[in-house]
């Protein structure tokens, strides 16, 4: 355990920083510019796990072990999600025969 | 105080036993059938007749004082006290005896009346809160309780006026009398308010001994008189407030002789002979009284003369009796009015209910015109009818000859001028009453054939009371033998110990010039009704049809000298003129506008912020993060 936190603490906070944002960036932008379901259910896992990223090199360099277990319980929750989430998308392809986000516009009253 | 006690809970019953009959037979009133609801009210009625004679011979074998029953403590509020007592002096139980007595007799009649009618359990149960109603009103022992009362029978005159709802024309007639009595009540009411403004008690007890001392012609007591008679025109349907009443007879028959002429009209002269102190001290307010009821008296005795509907008749004869009983308060003689009211109870429920038991026969017929000749048919109604007719007319022996004498005589000690004016009207109401009845019962039948086949006479149970009271409007009159006749006044020195008479009452004018008055008046009535019986016997005159036209001055009257039209054009149309402009101007243009246009505002906002929730979810996600980004940058910034 010791060795992996020196061996993160090698890299210096700010890169971890930029990447965490840079892939939160990404995922938010897919979110919001593509309209594949999977894709964008892809990049909402994108925007977790540059979270999870940001999470444990914190934890890692002020050594405290809430970070990881934070992680764990994300990983949990986005497991669940995705189960929830591939469910959806297969009744969305049976139903509409299409993964196209906008067609779900449909659902509003 | 065990006699109190028994007294106490004799007179609680008596208004109590038809609030009992009320209560059971408006909630029962599903499982009543047939009869049961009417004997059952009747045979209450007749309980509190039983226990009022009780109170009576009690009351009048011990010493004759004024009995107060506190029950219990109604109102507390600062300096206002109210206790819900009764007053059981002479006034109150002649009145009692009165009420549930004749009530009684009316009571037993509508049994037979109201027979088949859908509703007559309804009809029985406003018959018993009437006659709850009216007792407290004559029972109570302060004007609150008294104005109880007041209210509560002018709400039931309200639902038994319009009891046949169905037809508008009668719906209407509720409507009219429950208005113009709120016009009086609202006097009534401010006078009230104006006695515990000035006397700091409502209590009758506690208000007359405070006058002992007080000089007459005090503005105030004035103030407090004139709103409390304005009460009593309106009630009593004096003029100008008279109107209500000949509408009313719109009602059940029954209903008119309880209400509309034996009781409730009555309610007024009792309020006013309950304050006879008070008036005594306003001689203004007396003088007043005097003029509406001797200008009510002959007006309506007038209108009576021209009139083809038999109720109709009876109701203006009504009015120009209670107008002589008004002339016989502002004369200050108290105790004639009230020995007035008495006899006019048994007369006038009598002519009433002789004039239902024709209506009945003839299948709800009320014009004279297709009458006549039922003298043969319907013999008890005829005979009884009769009498009633004589008794009004004021033809020695009968009732109404010794309460309409005394009245008179104290005119003429008042002023000569008062008691020929008075002659006058009691000549009006022998010919009108013998046009009635020479019409109604004499030459030949004027109905179609259909109602000719079946005439006949009502049951039993109608013509009893109508037997009682003829026997009762005949010898009536001997209660009160004026010393002349070698009484000595008896219910009039009865009522002396609650009524203060003034000095005309036990008049002195000399024994040879009463004896003159009373032949010129039996000889003048002896020709009116000779006329009549000449008229209407021998020469067949009938009043003329509709469309006839008619002398000016006749068709002035026939119409009741337009006086429904005049307060149509000044009362009534300008009232429904502002009610339009507010209805349309203010209640239209103001009020409406300004609640639709909130209405408007948010369904016009809603419209527009509804398109924001387009079901895009880009959309969405971008305004989420906008958001986050706009709380990232402010945060930055501040």
Redesign the interface.
């Known amino acids: 355990m010791e060795k992996i936190t020196t061996a993160i603490q090698l890299i210096p906070l700010q890169h971890y920083i930029v990447l965490s944002i840079t892939l939160f960036a990404i995922g938010?932008l897919g979110?919001?510019?593509r309209?594949n379901t999977i894709i964008i259910l892809m990049c909402i896992e994108l925007m977790l796990n540059s979270v999870n990223l940001l999470l444990t090199a914190f934890s890692a360099y002020h050594s405290d072990p809430a970070g990881q277990v934070f992680v764990f319980f994300i990983m949990v929750v986005a497991a669940a999600e995705v189960a929830v989430g591939l469910s959806l998308i297969v009744m969305m392809k049976r139903n509409v025969d299409s993964l196209d986000?906008?067609l779900?516009?449909?659902?509003?009253w | 105080m065990v006699e109190f006690s028994q007294l106490a809970f004799f007179s609680v019953l008596i208004p109590v036993l038809p609030l009992i009959g009320f209560l059971l037979i408006i909630l029962l009133s599903r499982f009543l059938k047939g009869n049961f609801s009417g004997i059952l009210a009747t045979s209450l009625t007749g309980l509190s007749f039983v226990f009022s004679l009780i109170l009576f011979l009690k009351h009048s074998s011990g010493v004759g004082n004024a009995v107060e029953i506190d029950l219990f403590n109604w109102l507390e509020v600062g300096r206002l006290r109210i206790p819900f007592a009764f007053l059981i002096d002479s006034l109150s139980i002649t009145m009692m005896m009165i009420i549930t007595g004749v009530g009684f007799l009316i009571h037993l009649y509508s049994i037979g009346y109201m027979k088949g009618d859908e509703r007559i359990n309804t009809f029985f149960a406003y018959m018993n809160l009437f006659t709850t109603s009216m007792l407290l009103l004559v029972m109570g022992a302060n004007y609150l309780i008294l104005f109880i009362g007041w209210e509560g029978v002018g709400l039931c005159s309200y639902l038994l006026i319009g009891f046949w709802f169905k037809n508008e024309a009668y719906n209407n007639a509720a409507r009219k009398a429950f208005i113009v009595n709120r016009i009086g009540d609202l006097g009534f009411i401010i006078g009230i308010i104006l006695v515990f403004f000035t006397f700091q008690t409502l209590s009758f007890s506690e208000i007359f001994p405070q006058l002992k001392g007080m000089l007459p012609n005090n503005a105030l007591i004035i103030t407090i008189t004139l709103l409390l008679f304005v009460g009593a025109i309106g009630k009593s349907a004096q003029i100008p407030l008279f109107t209500w009443l000949p509408d009313a007879m719109a009602g059940p028959t029954p209903v008119s002789a309880l209400i509309h002429a034996a009781t409730m009209v009555t309610a007024g002269i009792y309020m006013i002979a309950r304050s006879s102190l008070l008036f005594n001290l306003a001689p203004l307010t007396l003088d007043i009284i005097l003029i509406t009821g001797m200008t009510t008296a002959l007006f309506a005795a007038t209108i009576g003369l021209f009139q083809n509907d038999i109720k109709k008749v009876l109701a203006y004869s009504t009015v120009s009796q209670l107008g002589y009983m008004f002339v016989a308060l502002g004369l200050g003689v108290y105790s004639a009015a009230v020995f007035h009211v008495t006899t006019h109870a048994f007369f006038k429920a009598l002519l009433f209910m002789g004039a239902g038991s024709v209506i009945h026969a003839l299948h709800g017929e009320q014009d004279i015109r297709r009458m006549g000749g039922l003298k043969s048919k319907l013999p008890y109604t005829y005979f009884t009818f009769l009498i009633g007719t004589i008794a009004i007319s004021g033809f020695p022996p009968f009732s109404g000859f010794f309460s309409k004498d005394q009245i008179l005589m104290a005119a003429w000690a008042k002023h000569p001028l008062i008691y020929i004016l008075g002659m006058a009207g009691a000549l009006m109401t022998c010919f009108y009453m013998f046009r009635l009845l020479f019409l109604v019962f004499h030459n030949s039948f004027r109905g179609t054939t259909h109602q000719q086949e079946h005439l006949h006479e009502s049951p039993r149970v109608m013509t009893i009371p109508l037997v009682v009271l003829a026997v009762l409007s005949f010898a009536g009159g001997f209660i009160n033998l004026p010393a002349l006749f070698g009484g000595n006044l008896s219910f009039s020195r009865f009522l002396s110990t609650s009524l203060a008479d003034g000095e005309l009452a036990f008049h002195q004018i000399s024994h040879t010039q009463e004896y003159l008055l009373l032949m010129l008046s039996f000889l003048a009535l002896l020709t009116i009704l000779l006329w009549a019986a000449h008229l209407y016997l021998k020469k067949k005159k009938l009043p003329s049809e509709e469309n006839v036209k008619l002398p000016a001055i006749q068709n002035l009257i026939y119409h009741k000298y337009y006086i429904e039209e005049i307060y149509d054009f000044c009362f009534v149309k300008p009232y429904t003129a502002i009610s339009l402009l507010f209805s349309r101007i203010i209640e239209g243009k103001g009020i409406n506008a300004f609640v639709d246009g909130i209405g408007t505002v948010f369904s016009f906002g809603s419209e527009r912020f509804r398109k924001l929730q387009s079901g895009n979810i880009s959309f969405y996600v971008f305004a989420m993060i906008i958001g986050i980004l706009a709380f990232l940058v402010i945060n930055l910034v501040v």
Request: overall charge positive; cysteine-free.
């Open positions: 938010a979110v919001l510019l309209r986000i906008n779900l516009s449909r659902l509003k």
